[in-house]
Structures are given as structure tokens and as C-alpha cells.
């Protein structure tokens, strides 16, 4: 996990310096799973979030110009960002959390 | 009514600190309010500790100038409490149960076993906390200028005498009571700011008509600053709350890790109630000044009190700014102990002292500390949300790669912390200083390059020489 780690910030390093954003995004979400892999005990979790994630990402990158309104008069991107990225992560990974409590404290003693 | 409910509320947070000067009699006291925090306790304190100044009266002026792409910056609150607790919780609360660890360089000594990295630490920390600190007495200045129709000069005065009179006295015990009144008030007048906010401007389909009509850039997701720099503060944000020492601090108080179970999403729904005002008063406030039903703004800091000022009744008016002096000042507070803690006993310690310092002499360095970032504050003059990335940025730079992967990966050394610390600290004060004269040619956030290259250098250097030491949990 940790060679994982030091791949996706070295993305996120050339993607920010170079300007490729697909590349930062690719980075970023490796980076934040590789490390919360150190101790979260479901692959499950990691790798739902990861696809989650990457996918929201992808999507803004490629659809920020769409100026399509959608709920609540927003444009679509902007309404996916913020369900996509503020409030369905409280689904996976906190929630996950609380439901694989018993197996991280067991795993932790 | 503003002025006479704000200074009622600030009598109210002395007279905790009254009451909480007595429990505190002991380093434990003072440092990790005695180590009995409970879960809603714990989420509470947390929760005012992170949000600050900077989501209250920075956010809405950084969304009034930046629109949407802003947002990235608070957009992880959902899932880092989540991250804290699988990587730091255990290790830290072990640390300050089993080797009696106070503080964040105290947990560094105890890992690395290197007094140099405690102390390098320890300056970070104590950089962190000036510029911090500096800026949540600056917005508090603003704020209470505004209440009190005074000077910012004098409201920052104000602000701070209150502030260092209560956590002189009472250190962590004052400032995580005082952060649970303050933590309620704040879910209770983000959650009325931001209906308000959205109703006076038409609701979200009003506001979002108005921004589309005039600037629609506002509405894309990376707002106007692109999807690099969105994308360094979502990371930098999303990562780098794990070094923040004053957040994950409070894993060392809990009283009993299994109170942790619900800890990630109640915070990550506090959390989100209380960003909604960066969302709810920064739309609002650039919708109206695009239809000419609000003046234009001589600074976007102002978004927050000139929305209240211009469209909110009294009532709502003095509830807004309970709230906000409550952000500010949960922040404050808990900063203004790690930084007593910082110079009255990590310091010393990393030059070979090893004696405890008294309660008494906490006090006087909690007083120090304020007079550092009061004259710092005075010195500024940027907007605050950036001030506040300053200080966030050097504790990410300098300590999430020693905490969140060396706390739980035996191959890091102590020479991995030295060269992140180093690395980190120095790119971060460097980028920013370079940023601030126009001279700094990335569209990456400097705190973020700090950040990565902190990381890099710590896993690097133990990836290629690794020398194996158990993590002392």
C-alpha cells in the first residue's frame, strides 16, 4: 500500500505541476485510499469509495461546461459535485466506519 | 440587541472559564482536559475546533470571489473523521494512556525517538498557531467591529481579551466546554442562516438563475480557479486534517476508544450542517449583488455581515454572530493551549528539560502566545481565507505524514521525520511567501506542494533505507 501511496501523490505532484488534471484526480483519490488502506479493515469500503470517487472526478473534469439545470435550478456538474463528493462519502466511509467497528477494534488489539 | 446578546455571550464563555479555572489543576488538565471526554463531547469539540473564522467569514467571500470551485476546500468534511479514526485514534489514544504523552511532539518523541523532530515539531506547531490564531482574531475583529460598530483594530482587542481570559484559565478543559455551548450554537444558526439566506434570494433556483445570467463560471465545479487548484485544496484539506494537532488532539481525551463507533458520521453531518453557510451565504450574497438588490462589496470578507446587515431581522441578526464568534473562537482557543503547550513544555523538552511545567506557568505562555498573534494579526493584510490556509498548510506540511502513515507503518525512521519536517515546513513557508509577492508560478496550492513533498521525502527515505521500529502504541 504504501509504494500505492507514493505513486498517487507522485500523480498529483506531475498532474498539478504539469496542468493534467485527469492525472491530479487519478492521484488524488489513489493517494486517499492507499492511505486509509493502512488500517481500514474492508477492501470492500476502499474500493467503493475508490470507484465512487474516480468516477465523480472523471465526470466534473470532462462536464464542467454542461450547463444543463437540474435539481433545485443547479447545473448538473455542480449538483453532482455536491452530492457526489460532499454528501454520499458519509455513506461509505463513516457509516462504514461504525459498521466495521467490530473487526477494526478486533484487527487494532 | 446585537451588541448587548454578543456581549452577554462572551460574559457567558468568561464565566466557563471561571468555573473550569478550578478543574484544572494538573498538566493532564490543562493539556487534555483530564482525559474524560465523552462521544457527543468529542464530536462537539471537534466539529468548533475545525470549523473557524475561515468557513464563516472566509468561505462566503471566497465563494462571492471564486463561486463553486471554493467549495473543495470544506467538501472532505464527510469523510476525513472516518480517516481519523482509522489511522490516528488508536495509536494516539494508546500513546497518551500508556507513555504519557500531553502532546503531538510528545507523541513524536515517543514514535521516533528523535528530540530534534519533537522540536522542529514544536516550531511548526508554534508557526501554525500564530498565523491560525492571527487569523481567527482577525475575523473576529471584523465581526465584532461590526456588532459593535467600533474599529477592526479594537474589535480584535476586544476579541482576544475575552479569549485569552478563559483559556488562561481554564486551558483544554475551558476550551472543550466552551467549544460544546459554542459548537451548539453554531448547528443551530448555520442551519436558520442558510434557509434564510436561500429564502431572501429566491431559493436555490433564484440563485442559481441570477449567477448563470450574469457570471455562470461562478456555477462551474471548479469555479473560477480550475480543477488544479480545486483539486490541491481537496486533497490538502482531505489529507492534511490529519496533521491538524488542535482536531486530532482530541483522540488523546477520549475517555474509552469504544465511544468512537458513531463518532465519523455524526461529525461528518455537523460538519455538513455547518459548512452549508459557505454554500447558503456566499450564493446568496453574489446573487444579489448581481441584481443590484444588495451594493457591491469593498472586500469579500464583508459577504457575511453585509448580507445580515442588508436583509436579516434583528433576532437572526444577533444568532448569526453568536454563531460566528462561536467558530472563531472554538478555534481559537484550543490553538492558543497547543501553542502554551508548544513553548512552555515541547520546547524545553527538545533542548533536554524534562521537568513539567506548572499549570501557572501554562497560563503565562497561553497569554504569550496570544500577544504573538495579536501582532501578527495586526500585520496582516490579505483576505482571511487565505491567512487560514497559511497556518492549516504548515501543520499538513509538517506533521500528517509523521502521524498518519508513521504511526501506523514500522519502517519509518527518524530520519524519514527530520526530512519531512524539514522538507514540508520549509516549502510551505517558502511557497507562501513566494505566493504572497506574485512569484510563485504553480496553479498548485503551496500548502499542497509542501504537502506532497513532505510525504514524499518521509516515505521515500524510509522506503529506501528502512530501519524498522515498532510504533509505541
Redesign the interface.
Known sequence: M??L??VG??G??I???A?F?TV??TG?VT??VA??A???PSRLLLAA?WIWLEGI?LY??FA??D?T?SA????R??L???AG???A??L???????LT?KK??GR?Q | MIPGTILAYLVLLSVIGVWTARRSRASTDFYLAGRQLGLFTTVLATMASIMSGFVFVGGPGLFYSVGLGSFWIVISASFTGAMMCWLLARPLHAMAAQAGCLTIPDVIVARYGCRFSSGFAAVGILLGVVGYLATQLLALGLILAAVLNTSIWLGILAGALVLAFYTTAGGMVAAVYTDVVQGGVMLVSTSVIFGYALSAAGGSSGISAAILREAPDLLSPWGLVGPIACLGWFFLFAVGSLGQPHVVHKMMMVRDLRLLKHFPWILAVCMTICSLVWLGVGSSAKSLVLRGAMPLLAHPDEAITSFLHAFAPTWLSALAYAGIVSAIMSTADSFATIGAAALARDLPRAFGRQSEPTVTKSRVFSVVVFALALMFALSVKGLVAYAGILGFGIFAAALTPLLSVGLNWPGATAWSARASLVVGTGTAVAGEILARRGLYPLQLPPACLALLLSFIAFLGIGLVAPKPTEPQE
Open positions: 504504501l509504494w501511496l507514493l501523490l507522485i498529483v505532484l498532474g498539478g505541476v496542468g488534471p491530479m484526480a488524488v493517494a486517499i492511505l486509509t493502512l488500517r481500514c469509495f472526478l466534473l473534469l464542467s461546461h450547463r439545470l433545485l435550478g443547479l447545473p456538474p455542480a453532482v459535485m455536491l463528493v460532499w454528501l462519502p458519509i461509505f466511509w463513516p457509516l462504514g466506519f461504525a467497528f477494526w477494534s487494532e
